[in-house]
C-alpha cells in the first residue's frame, strides 16, 4: 500500500511539472519573481514601445517581457545604477528610511497587482514623494523630494521594478535593493528605534545631493528625450562651469541640447590614448584625470570644472596626449565631434560681421525670435545681439536699432543690449568719452541728398539722443544726476536743444523733459557732511533733514549720531515705537565721494595725528597730507596694520581707505625702511569679555529683525556701479567704493561676532544656550529674507573654533541640531551653491542676498573672460556682468515690508547692540580661546 502511494505521488509530479513548462509563459502573467523585468506599467501591458520605435502588438509567443533599449555604455539610461554596488554611505541611507518607512507605514510596502500582474513588496512613486515631503520640513518642494529618492535610484538603492524608468512622481513601482534581492527583513524593535533617530539626518544628506542627482538624471537622457525646462537647468548649470566662460550665452544653450553623460567608477581608466582619434570634448564634471605625454609622464592634473578633447577636433589631428582617469567614479560632460562641427559652423553662419577699412568694427549674432500676433499667428524674424565692437560702433548700433523702434514697443522680444550698455559703460567708454560721442551723434548731417530727406535725417539723430538720455537716467538713477560730467553735458545739450527748436519745434516735448531731468539734479556741493573714522567702524551719520548744503553751515561734529555704519533705507518701515519716535528722522544717506572723513593715522610709537580729508582721497593724498601737518621726511608709505599683525602696503592710487580696512584694522604711516616696527594696537585684540549675557536677555526675532533693518540700510545704500568698481579695480576708474566696503565688512562682523561670543563664555551651559540663540536667530533672519546675515550667522558656527566645541555641541537639544543641519544644507556649496540659488529664485522681494556670493559670481566672470578681444569690447562680458547686476535690483525693488515682532521694552537696547558689535577679527586667537576652553581630547 505504501508503494502504490509513493508511485501515484511521483506520477503526479511528473504531471504538474510537465504541465508547468508547457504553460511556463501563460504562467509567468499571473505572478512574478521578485528579479524579474516587467512591462511599463503606465502603457498597456501589452503594448511595447521601445524608445525611437513606434508601439507594437506583442504576440504571446514573445513573452510579456518588453526588448529593453540598450544605451551606449556611455550615456546609460537614466534608470540604471551608475555603479554595480551602492556606496557606503546611500546603502546605509537606504536601510535608514526602509526601516523607517516599515516601522511607521508598513502598508507603502506591500505586493501589488497591476494588469493581471504581481508586483512584490513595492511603493509607489507618489506615495514615496508624499511620504518624505511629511517626515522634513526640509523638503519644500516635490521636485526636490524626486531628486532625494533619484539619489537612491542611481546607485541601486532602490530600482524600478522593470529597471525601465528613472524615480517619477507618478504611479509606478519601485522597490528597496534588499526586497529586490529577496534578502530584506523586518526590522527588529532596536533597529527601528536607531533608524528613526538617524532619520533626519539622512534626509539631510540626500536634500544635499538630490540636486546633483537630478542633474545627471537629465544628463543621462538621450538629447532629444530632454524637455524645454530640463534643458534650462543644464544650460543655468552650464553657467558657472569654468571652462565654457569665454562661449556666448547662444552657444551654452546648443550645448545644452546635445551634452551627454559619461561616468567611469575606478581609478587608472585610460579615457584616450595619444595618437587616438579625436571624436569627443570633454568636460569634467566630477573628479579628476592625469594629462600623459609619452616620455614624459604626468604633465598636468585636470580638475572640476576643466576641459580636454577639444583640440584634436579643432584641428581635425591625433589626441596629444592620454588621459587616465586620477580618482574612483568620475564624471564627465561630453560632446561629440559631430555635434561640435555643427555648433561651430551655425555660430559662424550666424555671426555677422561689419568692417571699415579692413578691420572688424562690429560683430553681431544673429538669433532666431517668434513674435506671437494678436489673431494667434506666429510670425518668425530674427534679431542681432551684440556680441563684441568698438565703443563708438556699438554706440552708434544701440542709437540706430533700439531707440524708438520696435525692439521696445514687442514684450515677448527680450533685449537687454542698451540695459547692459548703459550699466557697464564706465569700463570701455566712460562718462568723459560717451558724452562728446553723443554730443557729436546729436549734430551730425549728411552732406549730401534730398534736403528733406538731410532735414529727417537731422531730426531722428536728435530724437534718438534726447529718448537715449531719458533711458540713460532712468537706468542708471542717483549715479546719473551726480555725475559732475553728465551734468556738464546735459547743460550743453540743453543749450543745443533750446536753439534747435526754433528750426524743429517737434523737439520741444523732448526739451521739457531734459529741463525736467537737470532740475533734478543736485546743486554743486557746499558744506559737506562729515564722517568720523576715529575708529574704521564708527561714522558719523548725518540725519535725513541735512542735506550737502541746506544752511551753509557746518554743523559740529558733536550734533552728529554715532554708529557702526551709514546707508541710506528705502521703503516703509511699518513700526515706530515710542523709543524710536526720535530714530526715524535719522535714515542713512549713500556716501558720496565728496563727503568729508575725519579719521585718525598712527605711528610707530602708537601716537596718532587725525585728519580731514574728503573719501575719495587717495593713498598718496593722505601720506602727503600727514607729512605737510607734522613736517615729516620722505619716502612715507600708508599701511593697514591688521590685528594679526599683517602688514599690508596701499597703493598710491588706492582710494576711500578708510571704508576698505579690515576689521580691526588700523591705518599706519611710516618710513618704508621702518615698516617691519609696525604692531597692532593693543585695542586692535578685540573684547576681553562675552556679551551673552546682554545677549540672553534680547528677543531673538527682535534682534534679527533689527539686524534686517541694518543691513536692508546698507544694501540700499550699494550702487551697481560700485560692484563694477570693486571687480576691475577702483583704482583704475578713480572711484569709492565704500557703501559696497561697509555692506561686505558687515558679513565678515556678524560672522566674527558669532565667533567671539562663543569663545569668550566659559561655562558650557551658558554656550549652549547661545548656541541655541545664534541659530533662532538665523532662522528669524531666513524668514525675513535676510540671506546675508543668515549665512554670516551659520558660516560663525561653522568656524573651526566654534565647531570643535564638541561638548557644547553634544548638549544641543535634537531639534536644534536638526535646524542647524538643515541650514547647512541650505548653504551646500556643490554645484555652485545650486540649493541656495533654486531657493532665491522663488523668492519675491525684498530679499537681503549672500552678498560674498554675487561678488564672487563677477570676480568669475571678469577673470575667465578678456575685456577686448583684438581690439573689441568683449560685450557677451558685459552682458553676464549686467545679468548679476539685475539680480541685485531684483532683490531691492521691493521695500522692505515685514510685519515686526511684538514691541518690547528695549528696542533701543536692542538696535543699538546689533549696530555696534565688537568682535575679535584674528582667527589664532579665536582657537587658542576655544582649545582653552575644551582641550584636544587624548
Given amino acids: 500500500m505504501q508503494v502504490v502511494r509513493v508511485l501515484l505521488l511521483s506520477c503526479h509530479r511528473r504531471q504538474s511539472f510537465t504541465l508547468k513548462c508547457r504553460n511556463r509563459q501563460y504562467m509567468e502573467g499571473i505572478i512574478t519573481p521578485l528579479t524579474s523585468g516587467l512591462g511599463d506599467i503606465e502603457a498597456n501591458p501589452w503594448i511595447r514601445a521601445d524608445a525611437g520605435q513606434p508601439p507594437t502588438m506583442m504576440s504571446p509567443s514573445q513573452g510579456t517581457v518588453p526588448q529593453q533599449h540598450h544605451e551606449s555604455p556611455e550615456t546609460g539610461s537614466p534608470a540604471t545604477p551608475l555603479m554595480p554596488t551602492p556606496s557606503e554611505k546611500l546603502a546605509h541611507a537606504g536601510r535608514v528610511v526602509r526601516t523607517v518607512i516599515l516601522a511607521k507605514v508598513p502598508q507603502m510596502v506591500r505586493d501589488r497587482k497591476y494588469h493581471l500582474r504581481t508586483y512584490r513588496r513595492c511603493m509607489v512613486g507618489s506615495e514615496m514623494v508624499d511620504w518624505l515631503m511629511d517626515q522634513s520640513a526640509l523638503v519644500h518642494t516635490r521636485m526636490q523630494a524626486v531628486g532625494m529618492w533619484q539619489a537612491l535610484l542611481e546607485e541601486g538603492v532602490i530600482s524600478h521594478v522593470c529597471q525601465e524608468h528613472q524615480f517619477k512622481d507618478k504611479y509606478l513601482f519601485y522597490r528597496f535593493r534588499d526586497d529586490d534581492t529577496g534578502m530584506g527583513s523586518m526590522p527588529s524593535t532596536a533597529e527601528k528605534k536607531e533608524c528613526e533617530e538617524e532619520l533626519q539626518d539622512t534626509l539631510v544628506m540626500l536634500s544635499q545631493i538630490g540636486p546633483d542627482a537630478m542633474m545627471r538624471m537629465i544628463l543621462r537622457k538621450l538629447p532629444h528625450d530632454r524637455s524645454v525646462d530640463e534643458l534650462e537647468i543644464i544650460y543655468e548649470e552650464l553657467l558657472h562651469i569654468k ?40 568636460i569634467i564634471l566630477k573628479g579628476s584625470v592625469n594629462v600623459v605625454i609619452y616620455g614624459k609622464g604626468v604633465v598636468c592634473t585636470l580638475h572640476e570644472g576643466d576641459d580636454f578633447g577639444k583640440l584634436a577636433l579643432v584641428n581635425d589631428a591625433p589626441r596629444a596626449a592620454s588621459i587616465v582617469l586620477r ?29 571699415e577699412h579692413g578691420q572688424d568694427v562690429l560683430v553681431l549674432e544673429k538669433i532666431p525670435a517668434n513674435n506671437h500676433m494678436d489673431n494667434d499667428e506666429h510670425t518668425h524674424f530674427s534679431r542681432y545681439s551684440v556680441m563684441a565692437g568698438t565703443p563708438e560702433k556699438m554706440l552708434e548700433h544701440l542709437l540706430e536699432t533700439r531707440v524708438d ?16 550698455f548703459l550699466l557697464t559703460h564706465s569700463v570701455f567708454m566712460p562718462c568723459n ?15 549730401t541728398g534730398p534736403d528733406q530727406e538731410l532735414v529727417d535725417y537731422a531730426l531722428a ?31 550743453e545739450l540743453c543749450l543745443a536743444v533750446s ?22 539734479m543736485p546743486e554743486p556741493d557746499g558744506d559737506l557732511p562729515v564722517f568720523l573714522s576715529l575708529t574704521p567702524s564708527s561714522i558719523l551719520v548725518p540725519t535725513i533733514g541735512w542735506r550737502d548744503n541746506s544752511n551753509g553751515d557746518a554743523k559740529p561734529v558733536s550734533t552728529l549720531r554715532k554708529v557702526r555704519s551709514r546707508a541710506s533705507i ?24 565728496s563727503d568729508e572723513n575725519i579719521f585718525k593715522v598712527y605711528f610707530a610709537d602708537h601716537t596718532y595725528s587725525t585728519l580731514r580729508l574728503a573719501i575719495s582721497a587717495s593713498a598718496e593724498e593722505t601720506v602727503q597730507s600727514t607729512a605737510e601737518k607734522l613736517c615729516l621726511g620722505e619716502d612715507l608709505v600708508l599701511c593697514e596694520v591688521k590685528s594679526t599683525g599683517e602688514r599690508v602696503v596701499l597703493k598710491e592710487s588706492d582710494v576711500s581707505v578708510t571704508t576698505g580696512l579690515s576689521l580691526n584694522g588700523r591705518l599706519f604711516i611710516a618710513p618704508r625702511e621702518h615698516l617691519d616696527s609696525l604692531t597692532p594696537l593693543p585695542e586692535q585684540e578685540g573684547p576681553k569679555q562675552s556679551t551673552c549675557a546682554t545677549i540672553e536677555l534680547m528677543s531673538s526675532r527682535e534682534m534679527a529683525y533689527q539686524m534686517t533693518l541694518y543691513d536692508w540700510e546698507l544694501f540700499n545704500c550699494v550702487h551697481e556701479n560700485e560692484l563694477i568698481y570693486h571687480i576691475f579695480g577702483r583704482h583704475k576708474f578713480g572711484k569709492i567704493t565704500s557703501n559696497l566696503d561697509l555692506l561686505l565688512r558687515r558679513f565678515n562682523e556678524v560672522q566674527f561676532w558669532v565667533v567671539t561670543e562663543m569663545c569668550l563664555t566659559p561655562q558650557v551651559g551658558k554656550r549652549v544656550q547661545l548656541l541655541r540663540k545664534f541659530i533662532k536667530i538665523a532662522a528669524y533672519c531666513k524668514e525675513y529674507q535676510n540671506l546675508n546675515a ?18 557644547t555641541w553634544e548638549r544641543l537639544p535634537n531639534k536644534f541640531k536638526r535646524m542647524f543641519a538643515e541650514f547647512e544644507s541650505f548653504m551646500d556649496p556643490s554645484r555652485n551653491h545650486r540649493v541656495y540659488r533654486l531657493a532665491v529664485s522663488k523668492l519675491p522681494p525684498p530679499i537681503i542676498p549672500f552678498i560674498p556670493l554675487l561678488m564672487k559670481d563677477m570676480t568669475f566672470t571678469h577673470e575667465g573672460n578678456k575685456t577686448y578681444y583684438d581690439g573689441l569690447v568683449n560685450f557677451e562680458k558685459m552682458h553676464m556682468i549686467s545679468s548679476t547686476i539685475r539680480t541685485i535690483r531684483h532683490c531691492g525693488s521691493e521695500p522692505f515690508n515685514f510685519d515686526p515682532p511684538p514691541v518690547v521694552k528695549n528696542i533701543q537696547e536692542v538696535r543699538n547692540y546689533v549696530r555696534s558689535l565688537n568682535v575679535i577679527d584674528n582667527q589664532r586667537t579665536l582657537t587658542q580661546l576655544s582649545h582653552k576652553l575644551e582641550p584636544r581630547r587624548s
Fill in 499 to 520: 536753439e534747435d527748436c526754433q528750426t524743429w519745434p517737434e523737439l520741444k516735448e523732448d526739451l521739457a523733459a531734459l529741463e525736467k531731468l537737470m532740475s533734478s
Fill in 790 to 807: 543668515f549665512f554670516a550667522i551659520i558660516m560663525g558656527l561653522g568656524n573651526i573654533a566654534v565647531s570643535r566645541l564638541s561638548q
Fill in 461 to 491: 539723430n536728435k530724437k534718438r539722443v534726447l529718448q537715449m538720455v531719458q533711458q540713460w537716467s532712468r537706468i542708471v538713477g542717483d549715479a546719473f544726476i551726480e555725475s559732475k560730467t553728465i551734468k556738464a553735458f546735459l547743460e
Fill in 405 to 420: 523702434s520696435r525692439w521696445n514697443d514687442e514684450p515677448t522680444v527680450t533685449d537687454t543690449f542698451m540695459e547692459d
Fill in 243 to 282: 571652462a565654457l566662460t569665454h562661449l556666448s550665452n547662444t552657444v551654452k544653450r546648443e550645448l545644452a541640447s546635445v551634452l551627454k553623460f559619461e561616468s567611469h567608477a575606478r581609478a587608472g581608466t585610460i579615457l584616450f590614448n595619444q595618437g587616438d582619434e579625436g571624436t569627443s570634448w570633454y
Fill in 570 to 593: 528705502s521703503g516703509t518701515l511699518r513700526r515706530v515705537p515710542k523709543e524710536l519716535s526720535e530714530e526715524k528722522q535719522t535714515r542713512r544717506r549713500r556716501i558720496k565721494p
Fill in 327 to 355: 580618482e574612483d567614479n568620475c564624471q564627465f560632460l561630453r560632446v561629440d565631434k559631430d555635434d561640435f562641427n555643427r555648433i561651430l559652423r551655425d555660430v559662424e553662419a550666424n555671426t555677422v560681421r561689419l568692417k
Fill in 433 to 447: 568719452q560717451l558724452c562728446p560721442a553723443l554730443m557729436a551723434y546729436y549734430h551730425a548731417e549728411v552732406r
